[in-house]
């Protein structure tokens, strides 16, 4: 498939886990890439896959506002315009909320927020322009509450609600914006968690189809979300969960 022949898409967080797999999946459906993030060695080990003439690395933290609207002038820049814009920069900070500090308050409403609000303002006017689409990357923890990650509730609760509305405000004027809502995904942000096998034998309890998702797959459903076979597909928050948000909580019973 090539939906995304010459199109330009942005990935922020795009150096490793599901931001990295969204980039090398657009590009191999023929899109221009735009990869962003924190770390340059990181953003440069992507990149070695990908056409290089296809291909910008800008990286600086959209967390700050000037970073962010560097990044979206950079991509118009070298490509010309901007189709798909995929906020996917984020950070999982976890503790009891008497006990996690201030600073981690901070950071994951700087990143997890404020960048796919800053993103999102300097990109909507190219967007605009081509009737292009948004992607932002929330969680199954922006649909409800987790035990001892408030913060993150916080956060992404913020970004399903504001891709809900921002659908409302521009579906009239042809920018689509959506989200993807992945359960438990085996990136560099849950590495740790990969030995702990009480814990995997929890989360498999759970989850009807009994495992974790791979980066990837959370990546193709972007693609999708993205592109014009969900051209009738606005202000939705998708979970990629493996059915996790089909239980009502109650216990699996025999």
Partial sequence: MT?????????????SGIGAATARRF?????????????????????????????????????????????IAAAVDRFGRLEVL?????VV???????????????????????????????????????GSIVNVSSVSGLGGDWNMSFYNAAKGAVTNLTRSLALELGGKGVRVNAVNPGLTFTDLTEDMKGDEELMRKFADRIPLGRAAEPEEVADVIAFLASHDARYVTGVNLPVDGGLMASNGQPKQA
């Fill in 93 to 131: 900070p976890t503790g009891p909320f008497l006990e996690a500090s201030v600073e981690d308050w901070r950071k994951v409403m700087a990143i997890d927020v404020d960048g796919v609000f800053f993103c999102t303002r300097a990109a909507l006017p190219h967007l605009l322009e081509t009737k």
């Fill in 27 to 71: 590009a191999k459906e023929g899109a221009r890439i735009v990869l962003n993030g924190r770390t340059q060695s990181k953003l440069d080990r992507v990149a070695a896959d990908l056409d290089p003439e296809r291909t910008l690395v800008h990286a600086g933290d959209v967390s700050d506002q000037t970073s962010a609207e560097a990044l």
């Fill in 86 to 90: 995929v906020n996917n920069a984020g």
């Fill in 3 to 15: 939906r995304f022949d010459n199109k330009v898409v942005i990935v922020t967080g795009s150096g």
